[in-house]
């Protein structure tokens, strides 16, 4: 079991920045992988970024150039700085937490950060 914790949400116009942390109560390193999914009122939820634990990341077309993901082993935190944000970035952010090897798979996420960007 483990714990992620994030912060960092909040209210921003067009264009600003945000960066979100993800607090993990035990090791992030046995993950396969740490990423940031969004889910906007009525969608559903989206990949935004992962990031391995061999430190390969992959980023949804929307936000690639403008998103980075990053991770800090030794703090069991993960990072999303978010630059030139946009009115459709706004979303409920989750973090999460994949396990996928040759004894199955496993999801652990947090509870969501609101960003809002406004026009």
């Known amino acids: 079991q483990v714990q992620l914790v994030e912060s960092g949400g909040g209210l921003v116009q067009a264009g600003g920045s945000l960066r979100l942390s993800c607090a993990a109560s035990?090791?992030?390193?046995?993950?396969?992988?740490m990423g940031w999914y969004r889910q906007a009122p009525g969608k559903e939820r989206e990949l935004v970024a992962y990031?391995?634990?061999?430190?390969?990341?992959n980023y949804a077309g929307s936000v690639k150039g403008r998103f980075t993901i990053s991770r800090d082993n030794g703090e069991n935190t993960v990072y999303l700085e978010m630059n030139s944000l946009k009115p459709e970035d706004t979303a409920v952010y989750y973090c999460?937490?994949?396990?996928?090897?040759?004894?199955?798979?496993?999801?652990?996420w947090g509870q969501g950060t609101q960003v809002t960007v406004s026009s």
């Open positions: 035990g090791s992030i390193f046995r993950f396969t992988r």
């Open positions: 990031i391995t634990s061999g430190g390969n990341t």
């Open positions: 999460n937490a994949a396990r996928r090897d040759h004894f199955g798979s496993d999801d652990y």
